[in-house]
């Protein structure tokens, strides 16, 4: 790992011994305080001013109990959380997650990086995260909707369109936030759709959310391989996954020209050498919320179960599933067979040394706090017109999130050459999120 720079070693070593247990947490500070080092030096103030401690700590975090009766009468119980990290910028904004994996660390880690995410937008939202650790893989429609109905009847008094907006994570689509919604609605007896972002378009959402965080790792991989003269069109692409980031990032690098040969879920991987039937795949997972092995079956392409995604030879890999799917072996497997391009559609996808071992073979790497912004990007877009009562048309709103892909690849790389990093994707996004939030803090006081 790289030495901290003196004065980011103690917060760093506090962290760990505050969030004692929180692995992902811990990585997720330990990469944007590697990237500080130079920022400390050049700017005495923000750590004078303790900033990148506070920084470091959550402005509120809320666990709580979410009961519910399942299909056969019998009562379950989860835990729900919402880790309101920095509302700095603006309203605490970031998704919520059901998956059984999740636990406060992961909250935490999520919310961590939303942060500098929203900062890089450059749209006025701060950063949260939540969730729960209810598994939605085999619950009845009936049952997913009481669950969220218990778990809104506690998170609706911690929420509002001028204090926490949350939005879709994994687990939580469009039908999820629909019942996330209606309860708030019930219960507040106030249509505030700003409350709330991922809806559906009759009830205030905004064209391009559902398609927005895949459009736009695509837009941003666009971009970076521009700067070096490159293009998507023709090129071979891996993507992980096969949820909503996924899908939409299968759309429009076919849409580009590329063809994308693999996809995944997380019982294995489909290999279809002629290019993923996106069509087909919206049917499977969306229409009849089926999995990589129904698609595989219906469209005769091979079907490795327990297969690992990274070993199938492309030019351009976009893990589009979750934090630390890609590491060192899965890295070098891309090395091996000439991959150019990693850029994350997921939050934390790929683990540190592999990283590393990306970099030290010349792959450029594009993180997901700059990449996998366009989703929360058009999310404040959606609060937009919600403020202001207004629908955008499809077109305008997809150039908006392609402007603000491009306006924050050009910052990285700017602010990355600023530093004494050229190129380093990583140092540029952490950098420029960080000191747009940093100078809000110090100008709010200590607070
Ligand atoms: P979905 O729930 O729609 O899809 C998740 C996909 O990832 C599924 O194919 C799922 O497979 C796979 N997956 C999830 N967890 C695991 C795991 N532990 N191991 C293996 N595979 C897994 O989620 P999204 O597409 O919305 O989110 C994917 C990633 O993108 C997450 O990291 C999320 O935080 C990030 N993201 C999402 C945004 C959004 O707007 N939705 C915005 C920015 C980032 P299976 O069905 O088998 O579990
Ligand atoms: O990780 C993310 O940026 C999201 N899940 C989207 C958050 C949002 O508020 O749209």
Redesign the pocket.
């Known amino acids: 790992m790289p030495e901290l720079h003196p004065k980011l070693s103690p917060v760093f070593d506090e962290v760990v011994a505050r969030n004692p247990g929180e692995a992902e947490f811990h990585q997720a500070a330990r990469e944007v305080l590697e990237s500080l080092g130079p920022v400390v030096s050049k700017h005495p103030e923000y750590a004078d001013a303790e900033v990148i401690r506070r920084l470091c700590e959550p402005e509120r975090q809320v666990i709580f109990r979410v009961p519910w009766t399942d299909d056969a009468g019998r009562v379950q119980l989860n835990r729900g959380f919402r880790v309101e990290f920095n509302s700095a910028l603006g309203p605490y904004k970031g998704?919520l997650?059901f998956?059984p994996?999740v636990y406060l660390g992961i909250v935490k880690f999520?919310g961590f990086e939303q942060i500098f995410k929203n900062s890089l937008t450059g749209l006025p939202i701060g950063g949260g995260k939540g969730g729960s650790d209810f598994d939605p893989k085999g619950r009845s429609a009936g049952e997913v909707m009481r669950f969220c109905q218990s778990f809104m009847t506690e998170l609706y008094r911690h929420i509002g369109e001028h204090t926490d907006v949350p939005a879709?994570?994994?687990?939580v689509?469009q039908r999820e936030i629909g019942y996330l919604f209606g309860q708030y609605k019930r219960i507040t007896n106030r249509y505030e759709s700003g409350t709330f972002t991922g809806k559906g378009l009759s009830w205030g959402g905004s064209r391009v959310r559902t398609e927005?965080?895949g459009y736009g790792l695509v837009f941003f991989a666009e971009r970076v391989l521009a700067a070096s003269g490159e293009s998507l069109e023709g090129r071979s692409v891996v993507v992980s996954?096969?949820?909503?980031?996924?899908i939409h990032a299968i759309e429009k690098v076919q849409q580009l020209g590329g063809r994308v040969v693999a996809c995944s879920?997380?019982?294995g991987v489909v290999v279809d050498e002629t290019g993923i039937d996106v069509e087909l795949l919206k049917t499977v997972k969306n229409g009849h919320r089926g999995r990589i092995v129904d698609y595989a079956e219906a469209r005769g392409a091979r079907y490795v179960r327990g297969g690992d995604v990274w070993t199938v030879p492309c030019e351009i890999a976009l893990p589009?599933?979750?934090?630390n799917?890609l590491r060192t072996e899965g890295a070098a497997s891309l090395v091996r067979n000439g991959c150019v391009l990693v850029a994350e559609?997921?939050?934390m996808?790929t683990s540190p040394d592999a990283i590393r071992l990306l970099r030290d073979n010349g792959v450029a790497f594009a993180p997901?706090k700059a990449a996998?912004a366009g989703?929360?990007a058009t999310s404040a877009l959606e609060m937009q017109q919600n403020a202001s009562r207004d629908s955008w048309g499809f077109e305008h709103t997809e150039e908006r999130l392609a402007e603000i892909m491009a306006s924050i690849h050009d910052r990285c790389l700017a602010t990355a050459d600023e530093y004494g990093s050229p190129g380093d994707y990583v140092a540029g996004a952490n950098i420029a999120g960080f000191t747009k939030v940093a100078d809000a803090m110090l100008a709010l006081g200590v607070i």
């Open positions: 998704g997650r998956h994996s999520l879709g994570d994994t687990g689509g927005a965080t996954g096969s949820g909503n980031v996924a879920d997380s019982d589009c599933a979750t934090q799917e559609g997921a939050n996808p997901g996998n989703g929360v």
